[in-house]
C-alpha cells in the first residue's frame, strides 16, 4: 500500500530541499520522532518514535539534482516485541518549485497484510501529517 500528501511552502525548494535532505534533523519538524542518531554505517540512523520503539533506517535514494530523498528500513533488524515488522517499507520526499515558492510530496509505501491496511493508512497518514505541518512550520504553508 501507499499513502502520499503533499503541501505548497512558501520558500523556495533549494531552501526546502537544503533541510529535508539533512537525513538526520528528522526530529526537528517530525512530531513522532523523539531523536535521530548517526548509526553505525554512513547512510543509516537511529531513530526513536514517539512511540516508544527504536528502528533503525537508511538513505535508500538522495538525488540532489531532482530533490528526492527516500529511505528505507534496514531489514533484519530485531524490532520490541509487538512491533510489526515492515516489509517493503519505502518513505520518499521530492521537493518541487511551485511559483516562488515550494512543493513537497511525501509519501510511505509498505507492504501490510490485508487486516492491518486501515489502521496502517491512518497511522501513516497522520506521521505524513504531522511531518508535512513541521515543514510548514518551519518554512510557512504557501
Sequence with gaps: MKVSQTIKLAAPADE???YVRDFY????????????EKGDVEGQRVVLMKRGNTVLDRIANRD???????????PNQDL???VPR??????????SEAGEGSQ???SIQVEIPEPM???A?????????GALQGLADKFGAA
Design 64 to 74: 540532489d539534482d531532482k530533490r528526492i530523498l527516500s529511505y528505507e528500513m534496514v
Design 121 to 129: 493508512e491512518k497511522g501513516m497518514g497522520g506521521d505524513i501529517a
Design 25 to 36: 534533523n528528522v526530529a526537528e519538524w517530525q512530531p513522532h520522532i523523539t531523536s535521530a
Design 16 to 18: 526546502v530541499w537544503a
Design 80 to 82: 520490541p516485541p509487538g
Design 117 to 119: 491496511r486501515e489502521m
Design 86 to 95: 515492515l516489509e517493503g517499507f519505502l518513505a520518499t520526499f521530492v521537493v
Design 104 to 106: 513537497v510530496d511525501y
